[in-house]
């Protein structure tokens, strides 16, 4: 690992430095400064040099600030000669910016990947985006872990005999199905539709969860509406008690208060892909570390070995 340099942004560094401790690599400094006309500048503290060069940081808020730092610091690394450029981005908050759904509408998932490749970067490493199509907007080699593993890990001391995972929405129902297959528990999944706004409507479930424990697998939870509805239809439908489990832990505003004052959720389980979740304190909150599996991907796309095994959702 001695040709292997990471750097980290602003939002990146606690990240990467759970990373590093397992890669068994020193995180290389990097300084990120603001001229004072507003401008953004980044400087790589570290000779680059024909070394494996890997940029982590999450595009979360302030999103456009921690996007622009990426960029610089990807424009850094290619003008220092670097072999090979890879942006490590634990959440992409422009993945849910993935289609056309309103007259003269942009699509910011498929230009920021576009910025990303002009920028400089090679390949990019992430963790479950928000839709699949998001994955064809990068024309560079793109790995997309996904962190059913360690969510099912953590649940799996749990007694399962009466447990349903339910996904909240169709599009969904895939990774729920691969993560129910792990606890070797039944799926369910919910009709769910989104209007303009925040509003959502969940109108049908698909499966039984009357008097069982349910499992809600979501890839993300911003402000918590979707989470609000499904449970709302759970309660219809007599379920008996309620985790939640997601990958990327958003939570605007005071989104897991909301979450945990329902009195029928035991459990809210996220990940340390955007950092500001675990600086949250609640007892129902519990925060588990992806950056193992992120540095395992790092070391084999280094060392030329496969990555499939580390986002199959099948592979156990």
């Known amino acids: 690992m001695a040709e292997v340099r990471v ?18 690599v020193p995180l290389s400094p990097a300084e990120i400064s603001r001229f004072a006309n507003d401008c953004l500048q980044a400087q ?3 000779n680059c040099r024909e070394r494996d060069v890997f940029l982590v940081q999450p595009v979360i808020t302030p999103t456009q600030e921690n996007l622009m730092e990426l960029l610089l610091m990807i424009d850094a690394a290619k003008g220092a000669s670097a072999r090979r450029i890879t942006a490590v981005m634990p959440h992409f908050a422009y993945a ?4 056309k759904d309103a007259p003269r509408i942009s699509i910011g998932g498929r230009l920021v990947a576009d910025l ?5 970067a090679g390949r990019i490493l992430t963790m479950t985006l928000h839709a699949p199509q998001v994955h064809a907007f990068f024309r560079v080699p793109t790995d997309q872990l996904n962190a059913l ?3 099912a890990s953590h649940f799996a001391s749990n007694d399962l005999s009466k447990t349903t995972v339910v996904s909240p929405d169709l599009g969904n129902a895939k990774p729920a199905s691969a993560f129910a297959k792990m606890l070797g528990v039944p799926v369910a999944a919910a009709a769910k539709e989104r ?4 509003r959502v409507e969940i109108t049908s479930l698909i499966g039984d969860v009357g008097g069982r424990d349910i499992i809600v697998l979501d890839d ?12 709302d239809l759970l309660r219809e439908h007599g379920a008996r008690s309620v985790r939640i489990a997601c990958t990327h832990g958003i939570f605007a505003g005071d989104a897991v208060y909301r979450i945990a004052a329902d009195p029928d959720v035991v459990e809210i389980v996220t990940t340390d892909t955007v950092p500001s979740t675990e600086l949250i304190v609640h007892h129902k909150l519990t925060v588990i570390s992806v950056a193992a599996a992120f540095a395992e ?3 084999r796309i280094h060392s030329g070995e496969s990555v499939s095994a580390l986002f199959d959702p099948t592979h156990v």
């Not at 990303?116 to 400089?120: K, P, S, V």
């Not at 209007?195 to 925040?198: E, I, K, T």
């Not at 993300?220 to 449970?231: D, M, N, S, V």
């Open 96 to 99: 849910r910016s993935d289609k």
């Open 44 to 46: 790589l503290m570290e």
């Open 116 to 120: 990303l490749e002009t920028a400089g």
């Open 220 to 231: 993300e939870i911003a402000g918590g509406t979707t989470i609000a509805a499904i449970l």
């Open 149 to 151: 593993r360690e969510l």
């Open 195 to 198: 209007f303009h706004g925040d």
């Open 7 to 24: 750097f980290a942004g602003s939002a990146g560094q606690r990240f990467a430095q759970k990373m590093c401790a397992d890669l068994g």
């Open 297 to 299: 991907a790092v070391r």
